[in-house]
């Protein structure tokens, strides 16, 4: 087979899946190429070095370890592993399976889902991880609470009188103090 003569019907039959993995694999690399050319034009005298990007990953646990969920960061390589064996999940989804795991999917590519390409790699794939760390709870506000702390002067100007105190438990922040009551 030749890349010309696959089509859609060579997906949809669930054939050649050993030719059209590679192939989605070799249009991502394309699509990076032609990226970094685009880029370079736009921005004169910067390169861009593909060997050196990554996709970055922020992973989060299912659930919550001391009451606070736990977060890390991974980088990955650009460049998928060399060797996959592809095999049809389903009849949507061609998957790719690298030979040392070969019982979990590395890549799930939805030929007829506009083309989705989902990437599931190891932590022991990863250039870079992060410690893992937890992020602060943030207090849940109103849309009008957010208006008086981003736009104090705005929301006093045009809402004289209507402001209603709020407070942020750890600092007891009251953005009402600064707004004029209709008392005066």
Not at 64 to 89: D, G, M, T, V
Request: glycine share 4%; net charge neutral; aromatic share 10%.
């Amino acid at each position: 087979y030749t890349k010309s003569r696959l089509a859609e019907e060579s997906f949809r039959s669930q054939q050649n899946d050993q030719i059209i993995g590679p192939i989605v694999l070799e249009l991502i690399e394309k699509w990076h190429a032609e990226g970094k050319i685009a880029f370079e034009r736009a921005n004169p005298g910067v390169t861009l070095d593909l060997d050196l990007s990554c996709y970055l990953c922020v992973s989060y646990s299912k659930t919550a370890i001391s009451s606070e969920r736990q977060y890390q960061i991974h980088a990955f390589p650009l460049n998928y592993p060399r060797n996959l064996k592809w095999a049809y999940k389903s009849a949507s989804c061609l998957s790719a399976y690298d030979p040392l795991i070969p019982d979990k999917a590395l890549l799930d590519w939805y030929g007829l889902s506009g083309g989705q390409l989902k990437y599931y790699p190891t932590t022991n794939m990863a250039r870079f991880s992060s410690q893992p760390f937890n992020l602060p709870t943030i207090e849940v506000l109103s849309l009008t609470q957010k208006a008086q702390i981003l736009f104090p002067e705005h929301f006093k100007k045009n809402h004289q009188g209507l402001a209603q105190p709020i407070s942020d438990s750890s600092t007891s922040l009251s953005v009402a103090e600064s707004i004029p009551s209709s008392d005066n």
